[in-house]
């Protein structure tokens, strides 16, 4: 049975940074697809980053408020966890955040969508204040 579990969060002022961490155990996910969602209050759960398969290729999301540049994704292998390190936080990354797992590849640009992955962690929320 697959379990993820997140870490990490917490409050943080505007400007400072968090590592969130996601521990995976029943499967090994050094091939896997490991995304990355958050969810704000009244608003749906949105895509945030990815890292694929055994490509290890990496995305971001591209869309207003980015993430890009200020956030990174990575894969510790050796400790079958996913990491989500996130610097110059805003007030408006403030989510609750979640892992999520999809086994092996997912085709195409289908990892943005939470539909794709099978398993989910339980959340870890993150704070940002201005």
């Known amino acids: 049975q697959v379990h993820l579990v997140e870490s990490g969060g917490g409050l943080v002022q505007a400007g400072g940074s968090l590592r969130l961490s996601c521990a995976a155990s029943?499967?090994?996910?050094?091939?896997?697809?490991m995304g990355w969602f958050r969810q704000a209050p009244g608003k749906e759960r949105e895509f945030v980053a990815a890292?694929?398969?055994?490509?290890?290729?990496?995305?971001?999301?591209d869309y207003t408020d980015s993430v890009k540049g200020r956030f990174t994704i990575s894969r510790d292998n050796a400790k079958n966890t996913v990491h989500l390190q996130m610097n110059s936080l805003k007030p408006e990354d403030t989510a609750d955040y979640f892992c999520?797992?999809?086994?092996?590849?997912?085709?195409?640009?289908?990892?943005?969508?939470?539909?794709?992955?099978?398993?989910w962690g339980q959340g870890t929320q993150v704070t940002v204040s201005s």
């Open positions: 999520a797992l999809s086994p092996g590849n997912i085709a195409g640009s289908g990892y943005y969508r939470p539909g794709a992955y099978s398993y």
């Open positions: 890292i694929i398969g055994k490509s290890s290729s990496i995305y971001y999301s």
């Open positions: 029943g499967r090994t996910i050094s091939t896997d697809t």
